[in-house]
């Protein structure tokens, strides 16, 4: 067993999905040697290459002892449907995730309808499923995605397509904004969003009788975090921390609502056959009407930075710009794939963000001697008063520790990941066929006393290196993803994460409110607060 568990993952082109001993036998000697120990090769360009595939033919031997999905542990169908549909599992995905792992192991298999989902809850088969995967890795099935790019004449963009469409794209867009040095020179656009956010936060505390308290601080940074991204994507600012929110911003941001807030409802979208539609037509024309929303916006800002860039080369002017800007010159992406793209990054890059720095707020509120250790670091690094750019996080290993603990461990706003295997595979000893979704567990990950010594304590100085040779990043927590299909707009989102909190924690003591009691987590697509978070805002003295 210890030999499978060393080989257990393997991959093959081409390969029948039958289970015959002899074909595994045939196919067996394809397997690459021991993935996870392989070591990580970083590409210039930030994303990690796959390692070499070795022929170990000592895995022969063991290919007859490889189980079928028959054999794998997993709740029954009618214990999953109670589960999700009688007791609101689709807010606790995160808690069952962790319950499934302590009840059937770290690798088992959940039936929803006709949709088998094997979910792998353990860092080296996590390690070693995404060490394996081929050049344009499927997250999941996006069926209802296209059908209304389809049926509206839309592109996909980088959530949505697959295979060859979505490499072209990617090949584009990485070379943009994959590496830190790529979005450092954004670091003064999202410092004026930074001021904003701070003079919100004097803004709302003064309508308060304590003169102190933000109520429900996530509705403050999902406005910094739309604002942030979009200063960087659409190169302009949208007013969403003004007093007063443009019209078309607001209805932006009611279409992003309603995408979210009917979570259960677009999930279902996907989920309810089309014939059913005319009998249940609501959840499939809200899914139709806040993608309309999304893409209108977006298209408004393209065109708009189109015109400006067209008048600009009318008059002979030198155009100069950030990403769209690049976009329009290069049109290395048709005008369709542009607003496909803008529209699923700012979808990707608003709520991720917002909630992150809601849950880090939290933590910190919670644990005054911790925000002082962190206060020490930025004072005496920074000096008072000096506002941090990019180049200063490397130097600030407890903020970058502090948005490490709390997205990486404990509230990793993407519980889990998906994906389609494209390969027959075997999987910690058994033999998954192609097509198979596989979920990768990161909740569950996250919290593994295994990975993570005293897992529920916030500790932000345990990413801190003591040495170049201790890495303390490790498959247990993985929240942007791995590999060529890896969160696109991670430098972006650490940017604004880091540099909001840095300066808050500068200009402010974070206190919980007295309103604010222990807030849970709940599952509504992402990991976000299920009530409210009431924080204080107490001015410094520097
Ligand atoms: C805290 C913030 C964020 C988190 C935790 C996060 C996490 C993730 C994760 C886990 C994935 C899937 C990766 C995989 O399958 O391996 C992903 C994909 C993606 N994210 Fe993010 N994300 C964040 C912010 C952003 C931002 C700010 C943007 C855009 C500006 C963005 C754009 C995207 C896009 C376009 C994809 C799809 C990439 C592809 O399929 O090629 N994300 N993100």
Not at 50 to 77: D, F, N, W, Y
Not at 491 to 513: C, P
């Amino acid at each position: 067993m210890a030999m499978l568990n060393r080989f257990s993952v393997a991959c093959w082109k081409n390969a029948p999905s039958g289970l015959l001993t002899e074909q595994l036998l045939l196919v067996s000697r394809a397997l690459h040697k021991s993935a996870a120990s392989e070591a990580l090769e970083i590409s210039a360009t930030g994303e990690e290459a796959m390692p070499a595939r070795l022929i170990e033919p000592a895995v022969v031997r063991e290919a007859s002892k490889i189980k079928s999905l028959k054999e794998m542990p997993g709740p029954s169908t009618l214990s999953n449907l109670i589960e999700f549909f009688w007791r609101d599992g689709f807010g606790r995905i995160h808690e069952i995730q962790e319950e499934h792992t302590k009840k059937y192991g770290k690798i088992f298999k959940s039936r929803f309808g006709p949709q088998l989902v094997v979910s792998i809850a353990d860092r080296e088969l996590v390690a070693e499923v995404l060490r394996a995967e081929g050049a344009a890795p499927q997250r999941a099935n996006m069926e209802s995605w296209h059908e209304y790019r389809d049926m509206r004449g839309r592109s996909t963009g980088l959530i949505s397509a697959e295979g060859e469409k979505w490499l072209n794209m990617r090949s584009v867009l990485r070379q943009l904004i994959m590496r830190p040095r790529d979005v450092a020179v954004f670091s003064d656009d999202v410092n004026e969003v930074v001021d904003d956010l701070i003079r919100r936060i004097y803004s709302l505390r003064a309508q308060q009788s304590d003169e102190l308290t933000v109520f429900n601080v996530n509705d403050l940074f999902f406005k910094y975090a739309m604002e942030g991204v979009a200063a960087i994507l659409y190169e302009c600012r949208l007013g969403c921390l003004e007093n007063n929110v443009p019209k078309e911003t607001q209805d932006y941001i009611s279409a992003l609502h309603l995408m979210f807030s009917s979570f259960k409802t677009t999930m279902y979208a996907g989920a309810i056959p089309k014939w059913l539609r005319p009998i249940i037509p609501k959840p499939w024309e809200e899914f139709c009407l806040s993608w309309d929303g999304l893409f209108r916006f977006s298209m408004i800002h393209v065109d708009k930075r189109f015109k400006e860039i067209k008048a600009q080369v009318e008059r002979g002017e030198k155009v100069k710009g950030g990403l769209l800007t690049h976009m329009l010159t290069t049109m290395e992406l048709s005008v369709e794939e542009i607003y496909a793209n803008v529209t699923e990054m700012l979808l990707a890059g608003v709520d991720t963000t917002s909630f992150t720095l809601s849950w880090a707020c939290y933590l910190l509120a919670q644990h005054p001697h911790i925000q002082e250790q962190i206060y020490t670091e930025v004072t005496q690094t920074l000096g008072p008063g000096t506002v941090p750019t990019a180049e200063d996080v490397p130097c600030l290993p407890l903020i970058r520790g502090l948005v490490k603990e709390t997205l990486s461990r404990l509230f990793p706003v993407l519980p889990g990941n998906g994906r389609i295997t494209q390969d027959d595979l075997v999987v910690g000893g058994y033999f998954i066929p192609k097509g198979t979704q596989l979920a990768l567990c990161h909740y569950a990950t996250s919290l593994d006393e295994e990975n993570f010594p005293s897992p529920l304590e916030f500790q932000p100085d345990r990413w801190v290196r003591k040495d170049t040779s201790d890495r303390v990043d490790n498959f247990g927590s993985i929240p942007f993803g791995y590999g060529i299909r890896s969160c696109i707009g991670r430098r972006i989102a650490e940017l604004e994460m880091h540099l909001a909190l840095t300066r808050l924690i500068q200009k402010f003591y974070i206190g919980m409110s007295p309103l604010t009691t222990d807030v849970k987590a709940k599952t509504h697509g992402l990991l976000c607060p299920a009530a409210p978070i009431n924080l204080q805002f107490i001015e410094r003295e520097n």
